[in-house]
């Protein structure tokens, strides 16, 4: 279950990390759609889903 | 602590990695796109009468849609909207455009009586519109439907227009087309401005890198231009950069998922209209006969011709920078505007860009990809100072003879 969490953890380090460079790149270029297109919302979608799950995971563990 | 630097590194580098490889999909790997297919005609009660047609006339009786009788036509069948023809068979034939009122008829005389500045009429008083300002009345900015009282742009503008082709340093005439380029220089911002008359709105075109409908094809814009045979280019909306807005090029539609942009659409009768792209429908565009249409903006001009002082976007969007616009007279008049910038020039912001158009008489007027895109083609060659060298884009205005001249 570490291994899970620790996964969870770098998955949702690495795509707030993206999504800090698209909302920074959105600011230069809007026009190039970093932020609302497919592949981002795809993105945002698995940025939630860890996060969700680190967050149960976390949960369980301060219950245990 | 150690361990937390390392795995802060390690999700440094996954970001990175995934931020590639989705730059790479996004827009560098050229990858080709289907269009819609569509191919768009002149609806027959949008040109003079007695002249032919601007238009993709198919050979074959073409099909209608919803029922109408205009003459909208397909380049091949799409489920989706039910339209279907060939665009294979289609010819091409040059009219005489119409322009659209009286109205526009005194933004003519306005432009060309004193070049600058605003007609005895002029409302200065009642602008600092904010870009919603289209949106309580699209139709008003070069409403394509005024066609009553139209005066044929060959008896028009003929005084623009030439027999034979004669061509200057900077302008160009022929009978179907008139350019005429001008650099102003105004303190620190230079700028280039192109006059332009057509008498055949297929004199209007646009062309794609690679001539290849997709994304992370990029072409510069002189090599597109020698590539048709252009008389001037100028760079256009870089539609290769997303996969959203509205894309129709040379009557074809591409594209047509309309986003809160500001969406520019020239229809065969010569008309331009700016329109919020909440307001777009592309059974419209059809219907109405788009020949371009473009997704980058914002409109730089309000529904009534008034210029704009508060655009909803980022000040690093509003600042100075290079920019390229269009502006729009009157069916058949139409100007270029390149604004060099991040050098020798300041470059300029969308508030004076706005009404820069105004003063140039302009009724519309949209703003196109800027920054290093902007550039200017004259002949061959580049006639203004891109920023940082100018960059490739997937897309560019042309002005060009569809017929041959000695």
Known sequence: MSKVRGFLNHLSTAFGIIFLVFLVLDQFNPMMNFVDNTISRWMLAAFCFSGICRSILSWSKNEQ | ?406
């Not at chain 2, 294979?88 to 003519?108: C, I, M, N």
């Not at chain 2, 009157?330 to 912001?349: N, Q």
Request: net charge negative.
């Open chain 2, 1 to 406: 602590m150690k361990r937390i630097v390392r795995n802060l590194l390690l999700d440094l580098l996954a970001a990175g990695l995934a931020l590639t490889v989705f730059a790479l999909f996004h827009h560098v790997l050229p990858r080709k796109q289907e269009s819609m297919n569509i191919q768009t005609a002149a609806p027959a009660g949008k040109t003079a009468e007695g002249n032919e047609a601007v238009a993709a006339v198919p050979a074959e009786e073409p099909e209608t849609i919803s029922g109408t009788e205009e003459t909208v036509t397909a380049a091949a069948e799409t489920e989706s909207s039910g339209i279907s023809a060939d665009a294979e068979q289609a010819s091409f034939r040059p009219t005489v455009l119409t322009s659209a009122s009286a109205g526009k008829s005194d933004t003519y005389s306005r432009m060309s009586s004193s070049g600058k500045g605003r007609n005895k009429n002029g409302k200065n008083g009642m602008n600092s519109k904010g870009g919603s300002a289209l949106a309580e009345d699209s139709a008003a900015s070069g409403d394509s439907t005024e066609t009553a009282d139209s005066v044929p742009i060959a008896d028009k503008f003929s005084d623009f227009f030439t027999d034979t082709v004669v061509l200057t340093e900077n302008s160009y005439s022929s009978p179907d087309l008139s350019i005429t380029v001008s650099e102003m220089n105004e303190g620190s911002l230079t700028y280039y401005v192109a006059d332009i008359y057509v008498r055949d709105i297929t004199c209007f075109q646009t062309a794609l890198a690679s001539d290849t409908y997709g994304s992370g094809f990029r072409d510069s814009i002189e090599k597109m231009a020698v590539l048709n045979n252009a008389l001037l280019a100028v760079n256009g909306d870089y539609y290769g950069n997303t996969n959203e807005g509205v894309v129709i090029r040379n009557g074809v539609i591409y594209r047509a998922n309309p986003t809160d942009c500001d969406i520019c659409v020239l229809y065969y009768d010569g008309s331009m209209k700016v329109m919020p792209g909440s307001s777009f429908s592309m059974e419209e565009a059809i219907e109405d006969g788009a020949w371009q249409a473009w997704t980058f903006g914002p409109a730089l001009l309000d529904s009534r011709g008034e210029p704009i002082t508060a655009f909803s976007s980022t000040n690093r969007i509003i600042s100075a920078n290079p920019r390229t616009a269009i502006g729009y007279y009157e069916p058949g008049h139409y100007c270029l505007v390149v604004v060099d910038g991040r050098g020798e020039s300041s470059g300029i912001t969308l508030p004076a860009l706005s009404r820069l158009f105004y003063d140039l008489g302009c009724s519309a007027a949209y703003n196109l990809d800027g920054g290093n895109s902007s550039i200017m083609v004259w002949g061959d060659k580049v006639i203004n100072n891109p920023s940082g060298g100018g960059r490739e884009s997937s897309d560019a205005l042309l002005l060009t003879e569809v017929r041959d001249y000695e």
